[in-house]
Each structure stands twice: as structure tokens, then as C-alpha cells.
């Protein structure tokens, strides 16, 4: 069966929500080469969703439909046994190393998979996840503030010995979208000041923060880089990411294709 599958095509479904509904990325893929790369496509209308999923999926026998999961009540696991203070019961966690973990809370998980019943899922992932896979060559050798930005949230985890010991994910306005440049830098840098600051309120282990590594989705200007290293005092390492294809990749390895 491996082996039959090995030479199929296989279409990639990526679900991104958005405030509006949902937009639809796709790919049909063999190989870990594009043989066809779909039009992005936004659906307010699930019925429309579910119909358009499955025109998808009659491209191959071999479909995939993949969720980032942007619910509120998701964060960071200090140990994977038990948390203080937490019923571990009415979470879904994900494990590194039997050390941390990322938890996604259960009733939140629920009305996801009600919102979208009909439409197939087949893998859900968090932003935190995201940004884990992103950044995990960096994060094997260097302790620091990590960032995803992308068009709707701004994703923080602070890695400390390749362990995570802070996360957040702050929401990114619409009006954003349609200001100039130097505005939407200027937002982002001040969202990094206070998440700098609101890491040294919460954290106990007393860790100064000298790198800050981004993965960025939306383009920012090319002064974003030194005005962050100015106001922070910090090396800021900013490199362009892909959230489908990201997706994509984290779909691959967990589906044992790779």
C-alpha cells in the first residue's frame, strides 16, 4: 500500500481562517514537487467550503485537508504531566521530549471540528506548532524570543535551552492591512516591546532575552529589522515564511512522507 501511494499525486488542502470565513490554499503534489498550484479561494459559506473541498479532492486519490487551528485557549505546557492549576483532562496536548507541551482546550477543539463538520478534516495544527516547525533549526543552538507574523496574529514562544518557557498570540487588527509600511512596522515592533516586557513580568528563571529570530508572512519594510535592534538592544535575525507551504511541510513529516 506504501508503495502504491509513493506514486500517487497527492492534493494538499490547506483551511486558514479568517475573520470573514475561510481561505482555501491548494496544491496537487508528487515527489515534493508542485505539478498544480490552485487559485486561493475565500468561503464565508461552509456549504460553499465543503463543495469546493471536494472538487479539490477529485484531482488525486490521495487528498489531505489541513486546519490551522487559531483558537483562543491554547498555550504552553511547563511539563506534560501534570500542570498546576490545570485539569489536564479537558485539554488535547502535543509533547516535545516528554519535557513541554502545546495545549489546545477541548471544548474549543469541539466547536472547531462542529464548524467544520462535512468538510473532512484530516490534521489540525496550532500556530504555536507552526512556529515550532518553522523555527527548528534555530532553535536546537539558539535561546531567545521567536516570532511568527503573518496577516492575522502575531505568534510569540521564548526558547530558552531548546526548551519553550513563554508563549503568546496576539491578534492583528483588519485596518492593518490597508495602512502604510511604515504604520504596520511600527505596530509590529511596539506588539515585540510589550511582549519583551510582559515575558520578564511572568518569567521565574531570569533569562535576558539578546536574540529575536522572525519568520515573516506579510512583507515588512526593510527598516523593520534595525529599528527593532535599536529601540530593544537585541540581534534580530528576519527571514520570509510561506504559512501553506509551512503547513504543507508539517502535514508531509507528520503523515510520514517525507
Not at 500517487?8 to 475561510?22: D, K
Not at 508563549?167 to 511596539?190: C, D, F, M, N, Y
Request: aromatic fraction near 10%; hydrophobic fraction near 40%; glycine fraction near 4%.
Amino acid at each position: 500500500m506504501n508503495f502504491l501511494k509513493s506514486l500517487l499525486a497527492r492534493v494538499y488542502i490547506i483551511l486558514v481562517p479568517t475573520t470573514q470565513g475561510t481561505t482555501v490554499y491548494a496544491q496537487l503534489r508528487h515527489d515534493n514537487k508542485v505539478i498544480k498550484q490552485f487559485n486561493q479561494q475565500s468561503f464565508e459559506s461552509i456549504s460553499h467550503l465543503k463543495n469546493y473541498v471536494q472538487t479539490l479532492e477529485r484531482e488525486s486519490t490521495l487528498s489531505y485537508t489541513v486546519l490551522l487551528a487559531c483558537t483562543p485557549k491554547q498555550g504552553l505546557l511547563s511539563s506534560c504531566l501534570v500542570q498546576e492549576g490545570m485539569d489536564m483532562s479537558s485539554i488535547e496536548k502535543v509533547c516535545y521530549g516528554n519535557k513541554w507541551g502545546i495545549y489546545i482546550d477541548k471544548d474549543d477543539l469541539f466547536e472547531l471540528q462542529k464548524h467544520y463538520l462535512g468538510v473532512g478534516l484530516d490534521l489540525l495544527f496550532s500556530p504555536y506548532t507552526l512556529l515550532t516547525f518553522e523555527h527548528r533549526e534555530q532553535i536546537k543552538s539558539v535561546s531567545g524570543l521567536y516570532l511568527l507574523i503573518t496577516p492575522k496574529h502575531m505568534v510569540a514562544m521564548v526558547f530558552r535551552d531548546k526548551e519553550a518557557c513563554f508563549t503568546e498570540k496576539l491578534e492583528t487588527p483588519e485596518w492593518l492591512g490597508r495602512e502604510a509600511p511604515q504604520t504596520v512596522s511600527e505596530h509590529h515592533i511596539k506588539n515585540i516591546e510589550q511582549l519583551v516586557k510582559q515575558f520578564y513580568k511572568e518569567s521565574s528563571n531570569k533569562m535576558f532575552i539578546e536574540s529575536i529570530i522572525i519568520a515573516d508572512a506579510t512583507g515588512l519594510d526593510a527598516t523593520f529589522e534595525h529599528t527593532l535592534e535599536e529601540r530593544l538592544f537585541v540581534e534580530v535575525t528576519k527571514g520570509t515564511f510561506s504559512v501553506e507551504a509551512t503547513l504543507i511541510s508539517l502535514a508531509n513529516e507528520e503523515l510520514g512522507c517525507e
